[in-house]
């Protein structure tokens, strides 16, 4: 048991409709505009600027925070996402700032242009658990993976439906995911269940197995 308690667990996140939406500011509807007034009063909010003007925004997913201080109670935290690693540094900056969660472990298209893998990532890959909205980024490493629903808030990037509930973004409707029975909550939830069963269960030491019970 002891033995076990020294085994690292590694949890690799995803950025992009998986812990936030990005929208350029030109994007957003007529609709979503109130939303440039409440940037100074939000901090679910970020924005980046050229010149002085917001040219895009990006809102963090209800509970990040929390879950990234849960989370890395438990693994060793790795972010891996196909934007720039300039893009990656700046979200990291505002939600990890002093790089407690992720230190340097961030892995961008300009090291990985094309699908994800874990071969990236210097652990056991029996140990490693993906938490990422799109699962065909990951071809070769579905066990490892929860899949986490897509996270958009803007209308941007929406796809269109019939529905009026869902004809309109949540910015539109000035909405939003739950917070307590939202995806980054449950999504923590099994996580946490998945790592006390693997240091209870003396003949557990396939953290993947344990991510799907």
């Keep these: 048991m002891e033995k076990k ?3 690292k667990l590694h949890l ?3 950025l992009d ?4 939406h990005y929208v350029p500011v030109s994007e957003l509807s007529d609709k979503e505009k109130y939303i440039m007034q409440e940037l100074d009063s939000r901090g679910d909010l970020l924005s980046s600027f050229n010149g002085g003007t917001p040219r895009h925004l990006i809102k963090l997913r209800p509970f990040l925070r929390e879950f990234l201080k849960e989370a890395n109670k438990l693994f060793r935290m790795h972010v891996y996402t196909m934007g720039t690693y300039g893009y990656a540094r700046y979200i990291l ?6 790089k407690r969660y992720f230190g340097n472990r961030v892995i961008t298209r ?10 990236r990532i210097s652990a056991d890959q029996r140990r490693v658990v993906i938490v990422d909205d799109n699962a065909s980024a990951w071809p070769q490493h579905k066990p490892n993976l929860v899949q ?3 996270y958009i808030y803007f209308r941007y990037q929406m ?3 019939d529905s009026e509930e869902e004809f309109y973004s949540h910015a539109e409707k000035k909405s939003d995911e739950s917070r307590s029975n939202g995806s980054l909550s449950k999504v923590l939830k099994i996580l946490q269940k998945a ?5 209870q269960e003396e003949d557990s030491y396939d953290l993947r197995l344990l991510i799907r019970d």
């Design 5 to 7: 308690k020294k085994m």
């Design 12 to 14: 690799v996140l995803d």
């Design 17 to 20: 409709q998986t812990l936030l």
């Design 93 to 98: 900056s505002e939600i990890d700032p002093g």
């Design 110 to 119: 300009e090291k990985s242009p094309h699908n994800k893998t874990l071969d």
């Design 148 to 150: 986490v629903k897509q």
């Design 159 to 161: 796809t269109n439906n």
């Design 195 to 199: 790592h006390t069963r693997f240091q």
